[in-house]
């Protein structure tokens, strides 16, 4: 097969060409020029414009380049279409988006004054990641095609060529990964300031709580805090997902859920009800990208009268436990946090008595207290059963050992967040 020239000007091949430059600039850059050259490597400069010519011998290409730059609009769809017809054929195409100022060192040729940006991506390229793009395309286009040629860079070469450019990939690949591990374990840390540093326990009450996080964040998070003399206010919100966004949507919902509003001589006490709409409207009213939303669950507690009054947002009902009685969930209706600006929430009083607990916990730890069934409804695990009649702080011990226990797939990992309260 008679091989064309290098960088030849006709308007159709006639021989097999290795690569075909498509471009309205005039002519192929030097540095592509000189490349193709010293792999030797046929090749043919074409106009866009002039593509139909070429359209019935696409058989005699290998791969084509395509120079983007300073296209307008009715030549980028004109663009597509031809890429389109390339790939329907089996043949790689690599569009350059534009020159960029910034010399990039190559193995294989002289250091150029300038690089390239491949479409799609702002990231300067090489000569040589343009010849690697270019050898692939043409040895995957010669196997499909049947042709038989000799590898364009020898084994050793490329082994040569990149074994170094790999091992430094390498190594700033796992200096960022340490990197990113130190910022998330620093990032745990000033989440966990966020949480309480003392439970409120008196001598007729007695708190407990726990906090484990799937990740080295949390998109859990809660709060136990005296709101006056004779209040007591406390919560357990989730944030839908894990990981960094799900942990910082939990301080804007610490800050966006306030208790009560102070004047300059008085306060009030928001009810429970009042807290979860104020606190939906702030989430909707942030608009938020990736459709997050959370779940809460908030309780207001008179300390002197031992009455709670609580009011949900899709959470895991608040538990109940009596001695020598069967676990109660304290059912209440409630919509999602952050989806629906005018949802409206209700609130249920609750008298409770010596020897009562609460349990408030997050989705995380639903799977350790019970199931749900469609045909029968909430099933208590016997193993949850058998611990509504210990102290608070047993209680809160062995359902963390329990969890921590659990054989749980990856993937299903989540996190578990509780806070017991307990009437001495």
């Given at each position: 097969?008679?091989?064309?020239?290098?960088?030849?000007?006709?308007?159709?091949?006639?021989s097999f060409v290795d690569v075909l430059y498509l471009t309205n600039q005039g002519q192929m850059p030097h540095e592509i020029k000189r490349l193709l050259k010293q792999k030797k490597l046929t090749s043919m400069v074409m106009r866009l414009d002039k593509y139909p010519q070429i359209r019935e011998?696409?058989?005699?290409?290998?791969?084509?380049?395509?120079?983007?730059?300073?296209?307008?609009?009715?030549?980028?769809?004109?663009?597509?279409?031809?890429?389109?017809?390339?790939?329907?054929?089996?043949?790689?195409?690599?569009?350059?988006?534009?020159?960029?100022?910034?010399?990039?060192?190559?193995?294989?040729?002289?250091?150029?004054?300038?690089?390239?940006?491949?479409?799609?991506?702002?990231e300067s390229v090489s000569i040589d990641d343009l010849w690697v793009r270019i050898s692939v395309n043409l040895a995957y286009r010669k196997r499909s095609s049947g042709i038989a040629v000799k590898p364009a860079v020898p084994p050793k070469h490329v082994q040569r060529l990149y074994k170094n450019?790999?091992?430094?990939?390498?190594?700033?690949?796992?200096?960022?990964?340490?990197?990113?591990?130190?910022?998330?374990?620093?990032?745990?840390?000033?989440?966990?300031?966020?949480?309480?540093?003392?439970?409120?326990?008196?001598?007729?009450?007695?708190?407990?709580?726990?906090?484990?996080?799937?990740?080295?964040?949390?998109?859990?998070?809660?709060?136990?805090?005296?709101?006056?003399?004779?209040?007591?206010?406390?919560?357990?919100?989730?944030?839908?997902?894990?990981?960094?966004?799900?942990?910082?949507?939990?301080?804007?919902?610490?800050?966006?859920?306030?208790?009560?509003?102070?004047?300059?001589?008085?306060?009030?006490?928001?009810?429970?009800?009042?807290?979860?709409?104020?606190?939906?409207?702030?989430?909707?009213?942030?608009?938020?990208?990736?459709?997050?939303?959370?779940?809460?669950?908030?309780?207001?507690?008179?300390?002197?009268?031992?009455?709670?009054?609580?009011?949900?947002?899709?959470?895991?009902?608040?538990?109940?436990?009596?001695?020598?009685?069967?676990?109660?969930?304290?059912?209440?209706?409630?919509?999602?946090?952050?989806?629906?600006?005018?949802?409206?929430?209700?609130?249920?009083?609750?008298?409770?008595?010596?020897?009562?607990?609460?349990?408030?916990?997050?989705?995380?730890?639903?799977?350790?207290?019970?199931?749900?069934?469609?045909?029968?409804?909430?099933?208590?695990?016997?193993?949850?059963?058998?611990?509504?009649?210990?102290?608070?702080?047993?209680?809160?011990?062995?359902?963390?050992?329990?969890?921590?226990?659990?054989?749980?797939?990856?993937?299903?990992?989540?996190?578990?967040?509780?806070?017991?309260?307990?009437?001495?």
């Amino acid at each position: 097969m008679r091989r064309a020239e290098s960088t030849s000007c006709v308007e159709t091949p006639r021989s097999f060409v290795d690569v075909l430059y498509l471009t309205n600039q005039g002519q192929m850059p030097h540095e592509i020029k000189r490349l193709l050259k010293q792999k030797k490597l046929t090749s043919m400069v074409m106009r866009l414009d002039k593509y139909p010519q070429i359209r019935e011998r696409l058989d005699l290409v290998g791969t084509v380049v395509v120079d983007a730059e300073g296209l307008e609009t009715v030549q980028q769809q004109k663009l597509a279409g031809i890429i389109e017809s390339l790939e329907m054929e089996n043949i790689g195409v690599i569009v350059l988006a534009e020159r960029v100022e910034l010399p990039i060192k190559s193995f294989s040729l002289s250091p150029a004054k300038t690089s390239f940006s491949m479409a799609g991506t702002m990231e300067s390229v090489s000569i040589d990641d343009l010849w690697v793009r270019i050898s692939v395309n043409l040895a995957y286009r010669k196997r499909s095609s049947g042709i038989a040629v000799k590898p364009a860079v020898p084994p050793k070469h490329v082994q040569r060529l990149y074994k170094n450019k790999l091992a430094e990939q390498l190594r700033v690949t796992e200096s960022l990964v340490e990197n990113l591990t130190e910022q998330l374990r620093l990032a745990g840390l000033v989440q966990q300031d966020f949480l309480p540093t003392q439970l409120p326990n008196t001598d007729r009450l007695r708190w407990a709580a726990a906090f484990m996080p799937a990740e080295w964040v949390s998109g859990d998070i809660y709060n136990v805090v005296r709101v006056d003399e004779q209040h007591i206010g406390f919560y357990v919100a989730d944030v839908v997902g894990h990981g960094m966004p799900a942990a910082l949507l939990t301080i804007f919902l610490k800050q966006a859920l306030v208790m009560r509003q102070t004047g300059e001589s008085d306060y009030r006490i928001f009810p429970p009800a009042e807290v979860m709409t104020n606190l939906n409207v702030r989430m909707t009213a942030q608009k938020l990208s990736g459709y997050q939303f959370a779940t809460c669950c908030y309780c207001l507690l008179n300390t002197e009268k031992l009455e709670l009054t609580f009011a949900r947002g899709g959470h895991p009902y608040p538990v109940l436990m009596r001695p020598h009685e069967e676990p109660e969930q304290l059912e209440l209706r409630g919509s999602l946090l952050g989806i629906f600006e005018e949802a409206g929430y209700v609130q249920r009083t609750v008298q409770l008595q010596p020897g009562d607990k609460l349990l408030l916990y997050s989705d995380g730890v639903e799977r350790f207290v019970g199931n749900y069934d469609d045909e029968t409804g909430f099933h208590f695990r016997d193993e949850f059963r058998e611990l509504t009649d210990v102290p608070v702080l047993e209680l809160m011990d062995r359902l963390t050992a329990f969890a921590q226990d659990q054989k749980i797939d990856e993937s299903e990992a989540d996190d578990i967040t509780a806070v017991g309260l307990e009437i001495l």
